[in-house]
């Protein structure tokens, strides 16, 4: 039963612009059979096709194969026309249940197609594969899916399928449930989406965050590509909750205790310290020290000829703590990385 399904299904995409035709059965012989479909001419389908011999005014469905045959006749076809409302049918249970399970099978243009349960193929454009972008498409390849359906076009048959708009809708049935148990000034554990100049997107249990670059560091040093990777599991402070817009404020660097509340307790006058430099302005650098300080070297400070290059270490002595500024004043000693 199986391989005959298989089969109508694989004849019906064969002839995906045949349409079914009710026609009455005027004359039966032992191979053929005679149908008026409304043509000037009749048409003819073998006895062997509809597997059984009809009476004369029987009404049978059948596909129109070829308009002329040489004999004036045309061809008919049943099993077309059984496989089309055998698509018809499955196509109207796909619709109503709205939510398919499938393999994909073959990479073509644009996406893949898919084999569902049911034998049926479908298409999966490259875009509705995932919520992130497809960067590995042969990756997906004989992969068992769940996706929506998104359209169904019986003039073409053919069926459009998502799997990013089901795992959106899953996704915004658990933000909601995660917002409600959120609270501000909660420690929680998100895994980092993306990265950008102004910050990193974190999802946090379905609800997306945003830790902005002024909160990745107490030292305002350190850049989102240098405290994290897309896929990383990070733990963040949520600062805030935009209930209306379904979305986090988050803080890295309130994960930890602000260090400046002991720095004069590590850094004092005249004490040897190492530090990396991180960054140059028309004053001077500055130099990312232990215990996520920053440190500044004034330019005027340095002896003439001498400049402090980038991303090297270097040894300092502590000139002073500047707690309004959050800064430690540095004085060059000499260069350790060469």
Wanted: hydrophobic share 35%; aromatic share 8%.
């Amino acid at each position: 039963m199986e391989g005959e399904f298989a089969k109508l299904l694989e004849d019906s995409f064969k002839r995906l612009n045949q349409e079914v035709i009710t026609g009455t059965v005027v004359k039966v012989t032992d191979h053929e059979v005679f149908v008026d479909f409304g043509w000037k001419s009749e048409g003819v389908v073998s006895v062997k096709e509809l597997g059984y011999k009809p009476k004369v005014g029987d009404k049978i469905d059948v596909c129109i194969v070829e308009p002329e045959t040489e004999e004036g006749y045309a061809l008919l076809s049943v099993n077309c026309a059984r496989s089309i409302k055998e698509w018809e049918r499955v196509a109207t249970e796909i619709e109503k249940k709205g939510v398919v399970r499938g393999r994909i099978r073959q990479r073509v243009r644009g996406g893949y197609k898919v084999q569902l349960e049911d034998g049926l193929t479908v298409f999966l454009p490259m875009s509705q594969v995932d919520i992130m972008p497809v960067t590995k498409p042969d990756d997906w390849l004989d992969r068992e899916i769940e996706a929506k359906v998104l359209s169904v076009d019986r003039k073409r048959r053919s069926i459009v399928i998502s799997r990013r708009r089901l795992l959106e809708e899953k996704r915004a049935e658990k933000r909601k449930e995660t917002l409600k148990r959120l609270k501000e000034g909660d420690i929680v554990e998100g895994t980092v989406k993306n990265i950008v100049d102004f910050g990193i997107f974190v999802d946090v249990d379905g609800v997306d965050g945003l830790v902005h670059k002024s909160d990745i560091s107490w030292s305002g040093l350190k850049t989102p590509f240098d405290v994290a990777k897309i896929g990383d599991r990070i733990r963040v402070k949520i600062r805030k909750i935009e209930r209306d817009k379904e979305r986090l404020v988050l803080s890295l660097k309130e994960v930890t205790e602000d260090p400046w509340k002991k720095v004069e307790e590590k850094y004092r006058p005249g004490m040897e310290v190492e530090g990396i430099v991180v960054k140059e302005d028309k004053r001077g650098y500055w130099v990312e020290l232990p215990g996520d300080i920053a440190g500044y070297v004034p330019a005027v400070s340095l002896p003439k000829g001498v400049k402090l290059k980038y991303k090297h270490r270097y040894k300092f002595t502590v000139d002073r703590v500047d707690a309004e500024k959050r800064r430690v004043i540095l004085k060059w000693q000499e260069e350790l990385q060469k």
